[in-house]
Each structure stands twice: as structure tokens, then as C-alpha cells.
């Protein structure tokens, strides 16, 4: 019995052992569970990556915000990481004394807005110097636009130029065309042969598309790199979100615009899963011959008047008379548009998205050359670009696992399919001609975010871009059909272009209330262009080569002296590369003037400076006032120039005084932008924007051609539950004839004797919610009917137009 109660005991004292080994080991294990937090409000966070220092050792926070840290070493320090969130760095033994719970603060927290322009990542626009405005789905919404030009003019702070109804270029601070970048979710669109002269590539993007979409005023080609001089337009088009069942929505739109008799039908459809979305947009637009405005000055009550057009009878070309001379004949065209994505999710911190954008119009008769004028006779029979044909598909990869290099990363790869042709024929000649050009654009785009620390984060990455441009001509008979070749826009042996660069930008907070950005780029452009065809012109050359190196910077500081104001002011270049357009191109400017050859050209730079005033007073008041200064040195400007040693040769049958792009110019441009919101209550705001721009060639004096007038907008909204109305009033002053540049006096059939006419406009907007399924909307602009003709544009503006639009949501 004795030895029995020995033996228990030692049983005893063994399991004893062993229950308080157990215990101490579960409390060891337990004790390494670390609990993360948002510091505001407790909440836990998921997917917070937490790496040791010295090793490589992770864990992942689940949805309870709770991680194991039973394989990383005590004598470790910490590193917590999630991208909305700032970086904690901590040692092993500071969590123990926080009992291993960690509060993280968000980057970026009650905050009203955020902007991705300035940087390609999300930024509080508080802390950066960019003078940026962003168009809400709101705003585009309410607009009704009927393209994305007109979107982008809703905003009254981008002037836009119309050449022809199926147009529309835009104009920032006295840039235009090559000069302004077009970006869209991330790829650049300008390529090759972007002109300097009025563009209307921008209406390739369907309107509908759009979630938002941001204007960096200023250079922006520390990001960007070439073209960004003026600024850069950046296009955020709709994106799918996963969602936690497997779900299926869409809407339908149609509408009708009284002015151009214009029908629209659009339809899109959302498909979402919790690792898979799809989002498909067809849209479908029908545009008549525009009608412009009765109501015109007395001094000049012609002015836009259509009195006669071209038409072809019985094989010949006769002139006819137009039955309303307010009817701008040969203005009429219809473009569709498509747009598919698909986005994946590969696991807890990366996706993958795939997009193709496919748009195609009609051809687009060239409204300002058909009522161009040799004498008393109207010069062109026909005048009109072909289809305008643009496909974009695009694959990026967004990569959200913080590592030392990087606490996220972006790869965007697209690849742009562009083919646009002029097809001409002069009044009472059989030969329509025909210049084709076709362009490959390929990009890639690596971007990389790191917050270093609380108050530095830094920004980087390189881009790689190619263009290969084909241009082909002919010639038709179109009484005999018999085809013959013609003279090529750019030179026939084929076209490349190509651009190198990489970035660094930084985002320093110097004390609680001083913000200073900084960034540098170096970009190596080179292109080749061959000619093999010399029946038509002797060129003294075989082939242009040009090789380019530009080094671009910026630095800004911004001061919040406390949360209602804000002050800033920054420095920055900008260049643009030449390109196929300026270097190969064969064309003819305006009536009597021919462009050719240049083989000695560089880059041309800009020097910009600026200051910012912003106030808020609460949620309800918003003024912001901006003054700005550029100067523009070796810009590329036409001068005369001679060819073989002729300063005039044959060119489609007319004798042209010879010009090319030369580095001959140096400009100055100052001015200052002005823009409000005021909530006066009961959900009615009043907002206003001004612009004012002033510019002129500091070696000859002689004003620049896209330097605009005066021009804003004020608008009063209602918003009360299902109801938003507007009243708004649209307006620009006008410009001398005698301080229009030299290229747009030779264009008098645009003009007025007195030059550019002032104009102001009074429009209306409502859009109605009917129930959670359908909404309808009413705009009248021009509401007086008032006939004017926005600076430099070759068509005048819609007269009275009724536009009604209806979406279903299913």
C-alpha cells in the first residue's frame, strides 16, 4: 500500500509537470497573437502585412485584425504595412509592453476628396502645390454631355475648339493639341503624330464611360514626360467592383439633342463576384447636320451664315442654296463605341484588369475647309477626315504587398491601334484625294509607392513607349475610277518613334503645417523616319534621325496654417519632344502655305512658376485663386523656310509658300484662374469659374495662336432629394482682329472684321429621379438662341437645343 501511494504521487507530480508546462507554453503562444487596430476607432484592420527586419518572416492579419508571430524571433523589430494605412515599425519588445495590440493611422482620413493626377497615386489634394480640378459623375451627369470634349468643358476651366462638329480640342493655359496631354486610366494617348494644330482625338473616349476625370494645370512631365506643357487631362473610366455574392446590374440610356437632331443610345452591364467583375459599355451616337443660332449682332448679321454648299448632281459639282441659312450643312457624322473589362482577383493583395476600348465614326466632314473661299467661290467640293478608328487594349497589374521597395506597385502595358486619313477634292475637279496614316502605339508603365515615413513618401518608376506610323496616298478619278498615287502626309518608307524614362518624386512633410513635393525625370526620345518615294518632291535626304535627352523637374511648397486656408507655390519644367508630325510632315497649313521636311529640330521647354490661395470655410465655402507664369523656350513655331532652295513650290495644284517647324520661338505666358463654391443652404450652391490668359512671342511680339480669351462659367443648383437644377451662364470675351496671332488673321472666313466676338450663353439643367430604377433629364442650353462661334473654331455653336435623356438601371 505504501509503495502504491508512492507511485501515485510521483503520477501526481507528473501530470502537475505537465499541466504547467502545457499552461506556459499556451500562454507563450497565445501571448504572440498581436491584435491591429484603426487608431481613430478601433476597428480591426485586415490584410496588414508584418515583416521582421532582420529575416524573411511575415504574417497577414485575418478580418479579426488578429496575426501569429510564433515564427518570428523576439529580438526582431517590426514592420506593420497596409497601403491605406501609415507604416508602424516597432520592436519585439515594445509590442510585448503594449500587451501586442498596435493602432495604425489612416493615410488619409476624413477627407472629402483625393487626386491621383499629381503622382498616379491617391494624394490628399491639401498637401500638394498642382493646381487640379476633378469632374464628378455628379457633374457629368447633370451636363448631359454629348462628348467627352464637351464633358471636359462642363468644367468652365478647359476652353474647347471645334474645327468641326465631330471635334473638339482642348485648351489649358494657352497650350493646345501636342501641348496637352491626354491620359486614360494611366496610358498616355497623345502619339506620334499629334499636330500642333487642333486635335479631336479626345472624342474617340465615350462620355458614358466616365467615372471622373482630373486636369493638372501646368507641366506635368515629371510624371508624364513629353507633351505635358499646357497640362494633362487624366481619364478615370468606369471599374467594377467585386462584390461578396455573385451579383449582375446594368443601365440603359437614350437621348435626343434637338440642335444636330442628335440620337444616342448607350448600355452597360456590370457582372461581379467576389474574385471576378466584368463591365461592358456600347454606345451608339447619331449626329445631324448642326443648327447653329438665329440671334446674331447687328454690325454683323451674316456672320456663320450657311448661304450656299457643295453638292455633287449629275456628275458635277454644283452650288446650291441653302433652304435655312442657320443649318450648317456637311457637319453631320455618327461614331460607336465599346468598352469591355475584366478584372481578377489574385488573392488578398493583387489584381489583375483587362480592358479594350474600341471606337469607330463616320467619315467627319472638315466644317471650317468647306466654306473656305477662293474669291467669291467656295475653294472644296469635299473636305472631310475618314473614319476615325482607335482601339486601346490594356492590361494592368495593381500589387498591394508591401515590401522594402515598395508598399505598392502598378504595371500597365497597352498597346493603341490608330488609323485617321484626309480625303480632299477641290471645287469642280474629279480628283479626291486621299492621305492614310496608320499608327502602332505601345506603352508600359511601372509605378511604385513607399511611405519611408509618417511625413515622407516617395514616388517612382520608369516608362517605356514605341510608335510605328505607316502613311500611304492615292489619288481617285472618281468620274473615271482610276486611281493613281499621290504625295504621303509623312514620309513613305515607314516612321518610329521612341521614348526612355524614369521618374523620382517625393512628398516630404517638413512640419505639421509645411508640405514640400519635389520630383525630377530624365527622358531619351529618338525617332527615324525614312523616305522612299521622291517622284514628288526631291528631298535633299534620305532619312531624318533625331536623338533628344530632356531632364525635367519640380519642387512645391504648401503651408495650412491652419484647416481653413491654404497657400502654395511651385516650380516646374515641362517638355515635348518632336515628333513624326513635326519632323516628316508633308501638308498644307491653310490656303496658299506648305508645310515640308525639317531634319534639325530639339526639344522645346517650358519654365513654369506659380502661386495658389485656397479658403474653406467649412463644408460650405470654397473660393481658390491661382496666378500663374510660363515661358516657353525654342518652341516649335512655322516660319518660312525654303526647299531646294525655293521659297515656293507646286503643292495639289496651288502655288504654296514654303514653311516648316523651326526652334525659333520663345514665348511668355502669364495668367490667372479664379473658381468658387458657396452652400448658401436649403441645398442650393453657387459656383463660378474665371480664366484669364495672356501671351505673346517675346522675339517678334506677336500674340500666340492658342492663347484664348477671357472665358468661365456661374451657375446657381438646387439639389433637393430626387431633383438636382441648374441655371447656368457660359461666357467668353473676344479678341481684336488686330491681336489675333498672324496664323489665325489668314483664316478670315472664321472671323468677324472686329475678330473673335464676345459671347454669353444662358442654359438650364435638371435631372429628375424617378424611383430607384429609372431617371430622366432636361437641359436647354443656349436658351436665347444666340448664334456665336467659340475663339478659333471652324463651326459655330449649337443654337437652341433641347436635350432629353432617359436611363433604366436593372
Given at each position: 500500500m505504501e509503495i502504491f501511494s508512492q507511485l501515485?504521487?510521483?503520477?501526481w507530480k507528473c501530470c502537475v509537470l505537465t499541466m504547467l508546462c502545457c499552461c506556459l507554453s499556451t500562454s507563450?503562444?497565445?501571448?504572440?497573437i498581436v491584435n491591429v487596430v484603426n487608431q481613430n476607432d478601433g476597428s480591426p484592420i485586415h490584410l496588414v502585412t508584418i515583416q521582421s527586419d532582420d529575416e524573411d518572416k511575415a504574417a497577414i492579419t485575418d478580418e479579426l485584425g488578429e496575426a501569429d508571430l510564433k515564427h518570428i524571433k523576439r529580438s526582431a523589430t517590426l514592420i506593420f504595412r497596409h497601403p491605406s494605412y501609415r507604416t508602424v515599425t516597432i520592436s519585439f519588445q515594445?509590442?510585448?509592453?503594449?500587451s501586442y495590440k498596435v493602432a495604425m493611422r489612416e493615410r488619409i482620413r476624413e477627407m472629402d476628396d483625393v487626386v491621383v493626377s499629381a503622382s498616379r497615386w491617391e494624394q490628399n489634394p491639401d498637401e500638394i502645390p498642382h493646381t487640379i480640378t476633378k469632374i464628378e459623375p455628379g457633374d457629368i451627369t447633370l451636363a448631359n454631355p454629348a462628348t467627352t470634349a464637351d464633358a471636359l468643358g462642363s468644367s468652365g476651366q478647359v476652353f474647347i475648339q471645334k474645327s468641326q462638329l465631330g471635334g473638339g480640342s482642348p485648351v489649358i493655359r494657352g497650350f493646345s493639341a501636342n501641348s496637352v496631354l491626354l491620359v486614360i486610366d494611366g496610358t498616355r494617348m497623345n502619339n506620334a503624330i499629334y499636330r500642333s494644330g487642333n486635335l479631336q482625338n479626345v472624342i474617340s473616349l465615350d462620355a458614358n464611360t466616365l467615372q471622373e476625370a482630373e486636369v493638372v494645370f501646368g507641366p506635368g512631365s515629371v510624371i508624364y514626360g513629353s507633351d505635358a506643357l499646357g497640362g494633362v487631362m487624366d481619364f478615370h473610366t468606369k471599374t467594377p467592383k467585386f462584390s461578396e455574392v455573385e451579383s449582375l446590374s446594368g443601365s440603359i440610356l437614350t437621348r435626343y439633342a434637338s440642335a444636330a437632331n442628335e440620337l444616342t443610345g448607350n448600355t452597360q452591364f456590370t457582372y461581379s463576384t467576389p474574385s471576378f467583375t466584368s463591365f461592358t459599355n456600347i454606345s451608339y451616337n447619331q449626329f445631324g447636320d448642326l443648327r447653329t443660332g438665329n440671334n446674331r449682332t447687328d454690325k454683323f448679321p451674316d456672320f456663320g451664315k450657311r448661304f450656299e454648299y457643295v453638292e455633287r448632281r449629275n456628275g458635277m459639282d454644283m452650288v446650291v442654296p441653302n433652304d435655312n441659312v442657320n443649318k450648317q450643312i456637311a457637319s453631320a457624322y455618327n461614331q460607336t463605341n465599346f468598352l469591355q473589362k475584366f478584372r481578377f482577383k489574385m488573392g488578398p493583395f493583387a489584381d489583375v484588369s483587362y480592358s479594350a476600348h474600341i471606337s469607330s465614326s463616320s467619315?467627319?466632314?472638315?466644317?471650317?475647309?468647306?466654306?473656305?473661299?477662293?474669291?467669291?467661290?467656295?475653294?472644296n467640293a469635299e473636305w472631310y477626315y475618314g473614319p476615325q478608328k482607335w482601339?486601346?487594349?490594356?492590361?494592368?497589374?495593381?500589387?498591394y504587398y508591401p515590401t522594402k521597395l515598395y508598399d505598392q506597385l502598378k504595371i500597365n502595358t497597352a498597346y493603341q491601334l490608330i488609323e485617321e486619313s484626309r480625303n480632299t477634292r477641290r471645287y469642280t475637279s474629279d480628283l479626291l484625294t486621299t492621305r492614310l496614316e496608320e499608327v502602332g502605339a505601345l506603352s508600359v508603365n511601372v509605378d511604385f509607392e513607399k511611405l519611408l515615413t509618417d511625413t515622407n513618401e516617395l514616388y517612382y518608376g520608369i516608362e517605356l513607349i514605341g510608335n510605328d506610323v505607316q502613311s500611304s496616298a492615292s489619288t481617285l478619278n472618281i468620274t473615271t475610277d482610276e486611281v493613281s498615287a499621290a504625295s504621303t502626309r509623312y514620309p513613305d518608307g515607314?516612321?518610329?518613334w521612341y521614348s526612355f524614362a524614369a521618374y523620382l518624386s517625393a512628398k516630404q512633410q517638413l512640419t505639421k503645417n509645411l508640405f514640400m513635393n519635389s520630383g525630377i525625370r530624365y527622358s531619351f526620345v529618338s525617332l527615324k523616319s525614312e523616305f522612299e518615294d521622291r517622284s514628288f518632291f526631291n528631298f535633299p535626304f534620305d532619312e531624318i534621325k533625331l536623338s533628344n535627352g530632356a531632364l525635367s523637374g519640380s519642387l512645391g511648397l504648401v503651408y495650412l496654417p491652419n484647416d481653413k486656408w491654404k497657400l502654395n507655390t511651385m516650380f516646374s519644367t515641362g517638355f515635348r519632344a518632336p515628333n513624326i508630325d513635326d519632323v516628316g510632315k508633308i501638308f498644307d497649313s491653310e490656303p496658299g502655305t506648305v508645310v515640308v521636311p525639317n531634319s534639325d529640330l530639339k526639344p522645346e521647354t517650358s519654365y513654369n512658376i506659380e502661386y495658389g490661395i485656397e479658403h474653406k470655410l467649412g463644408r460650405g465655402f470654397h473660393i481658390r485663386f491661382v496666378n500663374y507664369f510660363s515661358f516657353l523656350r525654342d518652341a516649335l513655331v512655322r516660319r518660312n523656310?525654303?526647299?531646294?532652295?525655293?521659297?515656293?513650290?507646286?503643292?495639289?495644284?496651288?502655288?504654296?509658300?514654303?514653311?516648316?517647324?523651326?526652334?525659333?520661338?520663345?514665348?511668355?505666358?502669364?495668367?490667372?484662374?479664379?473658381?468658387?463654391?458657396?452652400?448658401?443652404?436649403?441645398?442650393?450652391s453657387l459656383e463660378s469659374a474665371l480664366t484669364y490668359t495672356?501671351?505673346?512671342?517675346?522675339?517678334?511680339?506677336?500674340?500666340?495662336?492658342?492663347?484664348?480669351?477671357?472665358?468661365?462659367?456661374?451657375?446657381?443648383?438646387?439639389?433637393q432629394n430626387k431633383l438636382t437644377a441648374q441655371f447656368l451662364i457660359k461666357y467668353s470675351g473676344g479678341i481684336d482682329f488686330d491681336d489675333l496671332a498672324p496664323s489665325e488673321q489668314n483664316k478670315t472666313h472664321l472671323y468677324t472684321t472686329n475678330g473673335a466676338l464676345p459671347w454669353t450663353t444662358y442654359n438650364f439643367n435638371t435631372s429628375y429621379k424617378l424611383n430607384e430604377r429609372y431617371s430622366i433629364g432636361l437641359n436647354i442650353e443656349n436658351i436665347l438662341d444666340t448664334h456665336y462661334r467659340p475663339y478659333s473654331s471652324g463651326i459655330s455653336a449649337a443654337g437652341f437645343n433641347a436635350i432629353l435623356s432617359l436611363r433604366a438601371n436593372f
Open positions: 501515485m504521487c510521483k503520477v507563450s503562444l497565445f501571448g504572440q515594445e509590442l510585448i509592453a503594449l467619315d467627319i466632314p472638315r466644317y471650317d475647309r468647306l466654306i473656305q473661299r477662293d474669291g467669291n467661290v467656295l475653294s482601339q486601346m487594349h490594356q492590361l494592368q497589374t495593381r500589387i515607314g516612321n518610329k523656310f525654303t526647299f531646294n532652295g525655293q521659297s515656293q513650290i507646286i503643292f495639289d495644284g496651288t502655288l504654296s509658300q514654303v514653311q516648316a517647324e523651326v526652334n525659333a520661338g520663345e514665348a511668355f505666358i502669364w495668367g490667372l484662374s479664379f473658381d468658387t463654391r458657396i452652400d448658401l443652404g436649403q441645398g442650393i495672356a501671351g505673346e512671342d517675346t522675339i517678334d511680339n506677336l500674340p500666340l495662336r492658342h492663347v484664348t480669351p477671357i472665358f468661365g462659367q456661374t451657375s446657381i443648383t438646387l439639389r
